[in-house]
């Protein structure tokens, strides 16, 4: 099978395609015939050795796919060879075929295709994480997306519109903006060169309930300061590559809270949890109250391709490998 490899940690244009043979399932775990590996933020970090986790060379980069479960690993239960999955892999995503733990896996409805489905899991676990877990988003709340239209930031649209809350897109360019509005942003604003902090109070009667800060450079500060009194700061990660330093009489002077987002270790620390925030997406796609975009697909040998125009800020929503596609 053909497999997307990093030989040595340092940029994306290191990657390769190599032949390997297929991996067997292990106890636990499904093996699934990928039909599509989502690509995130975070393949960029692990093979750039930018991560908190730096995985040792050589490794099979890709946290998440969707296909056909095609064996199973000793003891696993409530799946079937031939049902179709999410899962998140871990690594080893940019594969024809991977594995992944069952109690990593959803069921997919019909209804959903498998490259919309291959970038749903981290981007909305994270979402769902942060605004119903951590800041206990409500129908009153107006909320500010900071990078609306990357990867998270469109899933946090699309949880915030189905918690019936108010949401102000922040954005880079015109065509990205109007991808926000069509996923049920109210507002979709310039933040590259508007007044965050000004206009955000402007749109929203004297402040924001939210912040969901994926971005963190320039943005946070002013983001932070366009919260209301009692408002809550969502800090999720820093896709701008610098992590802002903000005054902390800013959370004094309105009662406001900073929360830190750490859905990646919380799949880990809590596990009950995790399975329950994993059975929530899997009935809002089912019932379809959450519905994710269409991707950006490219062949599993356009990986570099995949991962730059992420890097370069040229991806809307999610970008998906698809092994199937020559
Ligand atoms: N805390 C957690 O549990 C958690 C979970 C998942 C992801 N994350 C983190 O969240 C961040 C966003 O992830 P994502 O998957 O949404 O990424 P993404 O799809 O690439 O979106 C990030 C957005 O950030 C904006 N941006 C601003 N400056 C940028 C720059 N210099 N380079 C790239 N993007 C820039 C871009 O929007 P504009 O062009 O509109 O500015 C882009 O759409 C990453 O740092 C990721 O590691 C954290």
């Known amino acids: 099978m053909k497999v997307v490899v990093c030989n040595q940690l340092g940029p994306i244009e290191g990657l390769v395609v190599e032949e390997r043979p297929e991996p067997e399932a292990a106890p636990g775990q499904l093996r699934i015939e990928v039909e599509a590996a989502g690509v995130n933020f975070v393949d960029i970090l692990f093979v750039g050795g930018q991560y908190q986790i730096r995985p040792e060379p050589p490794f099979v980069p890709g946290s998440e796919v969707a296909g056909r479960v095609t064996a199973l690993g000793a003891g696993v239960e409530g799946f079937g060879v031939g049902d179709r999955v999410v899962a998140m892999t871990g690594m080893g995503g940019f594969a024809e075929v991977a594995c992944a733990r069952a109690d990593n896996a959803l069921l997919l409805p019909d209804s959903l295709p498998s490259d919309r489905a291959a970038g749903v899991l981290q981007s909305y676990a994270t979402a769902l994480y942060a605004l119903r877990w951590r800041a206990e988003i409500s129908a009153e709340d107006t909320v500010l997306i900071l990078g609306a239209a990357g990867g998270v930031g469109l899933a946090a649209i ?78 999720i990660g820093f896709a701008a590559g610098e992590i802002a330093r903000v005054p902390l009489n800013l959370a004094l002077l309105n009662r406001r809270s900073i929360l830190g987002v750490d ?30 975009v269409e991707p950006q697909g490219y062949p599993l040998r356009r990986a570099v391709d995949a991962l730059r125009d992420l890097s370069e800020r040229r991806v809307i929503g999610k970008a998906v490998l698809l092994p199937k596609v020559d």
């Open 158 to 235: 699309d949880v915030a519109r189905a918690s019936g809350a108010r949401v102000i897109a922040a954005a880079s360019s015109e065509e990205k903006r109007a991808a926000c509005l069509a996923a049920g942003a109210e507002v979709a604003i310039d933040y590259t060169r508007e007044d965050l902090k000004k206009r955000c109070r402007e749109l929203s009667d004297g402040g924001v309930d939210i912040v969901f800060d994926p971005v963190g450079g320039p943005y946070s500060e002013p983001a932070l300061r366009a919260l209301r009194w009692g408002g809550r700061f969502l800090v």
């Open 263 to 292: 859905w990646g270790a919380f799949t880990g620390r809590d596990r009950e949890g995790h399975r329950r925030l994993l059975a929530e997406i899997a009935t809002a796609l089912g019932d379809q109250t959450l519905s994710p």
